[in-house]
Structures are given as C-alpha cells and as structure tokens.
C-alpha cells in the first residue's frame, strides 16, 4: 500500500483485499469504512466495493474510497479469474456447499481425457442460468431471498464469455480448474454445468478470486492487516503534529 495515506483513504483510494471466508463483500465494505472513519476522528468517509464476492468464496475484492468510487462502474466491467475446485458425482440446490447434497450421480465412467474434452467445449461464448440462489431479480425480489421461502425460480439465461478454462489437477472427484471469464459468470453454474456434461452432477467446493482485470490477489491486503496500516498511519500522523 505504497504512498497511502489517511487524507488519501478519505478523499479516494482504489484498496485490493483478499476477502477470507464466510465474510459478505458488504461485511468487507463496512470494515473498510469503520477503520477509516475511527482514524479519521469519526468522519464519515464514501466506500463501496467494485464486484461481489460469495461468502464461501475467498480472494480479491476492490474496495473504493472517497471520489475513486466513481470509478466502481469501470471496474465491474473488467475480467476475473478464479481457482475453483468442482466436486463431482453430487449436486446441491445452491451448486455449492451453501446447501445440502440433493442428489449424487455415477462418476466411474469419467476420464481425465473426458474432462479435458468438457473444458476445451466450455471455451468460449456461453449461455448460462444463474444459481437460484443468486442475487438476481426475479418479479422485484432476489432470486434467493425467493429460494430461501421455497420458492424455486430460475433466473433468466444471460450470455457469458469463458476466455480461458484450464486442468490444475484431479483429487479422487475433486477437479480443479482455473477460470478466466467475463463479468456475470457464476462459477457455481459452471461447476453444474461441468457435471452435467460429463454425464454426472457436480456443484462448487472452493472458490479463490486471483485477479480483477489488472488487479491481482497476490497484492492485496487482508482486512487485519489493513487495520493494523490505518492504526500506524494515524499514529504517524499525530506524531508530526
């Protein structure tokens, strides 16, 4: 976080953050704003995040202050890549561990060259269902706010684009892969859609971010360690009072 400062952080700073685990992206936003707004003597400062991440989902978020956060609607447009391990041979309703197994499948017949057949037909334009616990629209209300009441329905099919799929490797019935693929791609539907192709069922058991456009997990900071350059920048500050 080189040259940052606590008048930087208030008047606007683009901040990249690895999310941990069963955090929100409004859980993140919130700690952003809370650490700034305690060094800053309680004022208020204008944070947002530039592109949602899942809680079982970890890795890079963007985070924008002050008047770089007009610049939030750029930055969802950009292209993302993830490290994701697909399981296969179950399903759930949410295509992750969200939700519990709703069916298990035959997985005997599967290949390590039938799986790199399936990832080499996945490049490329896709059309794709969202999840039905996703945060689409559905009749004014989200699609899992629906789901949640037991309500089913699916979202509409949008267009993506899967600029890269690669084979990272294969556990017993976990594949990893990485992914580099448009705004919009839920990486849940595509661990379904994975498992549907290879004959069987498959839904999502990790999921790191690694890069936003330029952006990259390898540069960014975790919420605790954020806290702990706010805390020292303060005290700098005071100190050349």
Not at 72 to 92: N, Q
Not at 156 to 171: C, D, F, H, S, Y
Request: one cysteine or more.
């Amino acid at each position: 976080m080189k040259d940052v400062t606590l008048e930087s952080l208030r008047e606007g700073s683009i901040l990249t953050f690895d999310k941990p685990m069963y955090w929100t992206s409004f859980d993140l936003v919130n700690k952003v704003r809370r650490v700034i707004t305690l060094a800053s003597g309680g004022k208020k400062v204008k944070v947002g995040h530039a592109g949602t991440l899942d809680p079982l989902a970890t890795g890079l978020m963007i985070v924008c202050t002050g008047r770089e956060t007009k610049r939030i609607a750029l930055m969802t447009d950009l292209d993302k890549e993830y490290i994701a391990v697909f399981r296969l041979g179950s399903t759930t309703p949410s295509h992750d561990l969200e939700t519990e197994t709703d069916a298990t499948y035959p997985t005997e017949h599967i290949t390590e060259e039938m799986i790199g057949s399936v990832i080499a037909g996945m490049h490329g334009e896709q059309v794709q269902v969202p999840p039905v616990f996703s945060a689409k629209l559905i009749d004014g209300k989200r699609a899992y706010e629906l789901a949640r009441m037991g309500i089913m329905k699916e979202p509409k099919p949008v267009k993506v684009m899967i600029r890269e799929m690669e084979l990272l490797g294969i556990n017993s019935n976990d594949v990893t892969v990485r992914v580099l693929c448009s705004k919009g791609t839920y990486i849940r539907s595509l661990a379904r859609d994975f498992g549907i192709a290879l004959g069987s069922g498959a839904h999502l058991v990790s999921l790191t971010r690694t890069m936003i456009g330029e952006y990259r997990l390898g540069d960014a900071v975790t919420p605790e360690n954020f806290e702990k350059f706010v805390i020292l920048l303060k005290q700098s500050a005071s100190e050349s009072v």
